[in-house]
């Protein structure tokens, strides 16, 4: 565990409907579903009460790009919610590729036994857990943090 950062980290899936939230232990064992917030206006304020909840070092949102690595309109509402959500929090938010994360959430919950439509309330958090871990095992590995920081809108001179 050469060069991991000791604390909690909140992992968030931003989706158009849903918001998925995870969160790890301190040591970064294991991820483990929150819950899943609707997306709405007060999505940002939610999270902030959870993150009041846990404490955590950083938020981690997942960055969905395509295939070959290029933004989407979702890459830019990922990153303008991650922007928000460190304003509103004051926490710092990394940005991790999320490639193939929803994929990943259902095909878990398919090998458990469940169906696509009895999954779409937990899909999120699951992918939420699957990013989060993601973030937390490259860390491990590499000693440096997955990702990159969030852009902030600048404070006026």
Same mark, same amino acid.
Do not use: W
């Given at each position: 565990?050469?060069?991991?950062?000791?604390?909690?980290?909140?992992?968030?899936?931003?989706?158009?409907?849903?918001?998925?939230?995870?969160?790890?232990?301190? =040591?970064?064992?294991? /991820?483990?579903? !929150?819950? $899943?917030?609707?997306?709405?206006?007060?999505?940002?304020? +939610? *999270?902030?009460?959870?993150?009041?909840?846990?404490?955590?070092?950083?938020?981690?949102?997942?960055?969905?790009?395509?295939?070959?690595?290029?933004?989407?309109?979702?890459?830019?509402?990922?990153? =303008?919610?991650?922007? /928000?959500?460190? !304003?509103? $929090?004051?926490?710092?938010?990394?940005?991790?590729?999320? +490639? *193939?994360?929803?994929?990943?959430?259902?095909?878990?919950?398919?090998?458990?036994?469940?169906?696509?439509?009895?999954?779409?309330?937990?899909?999120?958090?699951?992918?939420?857990?699957?990013?989060?871990?993601?973030?937390?095992?490259?860390?491990?590995? $590499?000693?440096?943090?997955?990702?990159?920081?969030?852009?902030?809108?600048?404070?006026?001179?």
């Amino acid at each position: 565990m050469t060069g991991f950062r000791r604390g909690v980290r909140l992992g968030v899936d931003v989706g158009r409907a849903r918001v998925g939230v995870s969160r790890c232990d301190p =040591d970064g064992m294991l /991820a483990v579903p !929150v819950e $899943t917030v609707p997306r709405t206006d007060a999505s940002l304020q +939610r *999270l902030a009460e959870i993150a009041k909840e846990y404490e955590p070092i950083e938020f981690v949102v997942g960055l969905p790009v395509n295939m070959h690595g290029e933004d989407t309109p979702s890459t830019t509402d990922a990153r =303008d919610f991650a922007s /928000a959500l460190a !304003v509103l $929090t004051s926490i710092p938010v990394r940005l991790v590729d999320e +490639r *193939l994360s929803t994929v990943s959430a259902h095909a878990a919950l398919r090998s458990s036994g469940r169906t696509q439509r009895n999954s779409r309330s937990i899909v999120d958090q699951v992918a939420a857990v699957v990013l989060l871990q993601h973030a937390i095992d490259t860390e491990k590995s $590499t000693g440096s943090p997955a990702g990159s920081v969030a852009p902030t809108p600048e404070e006026p001179a």
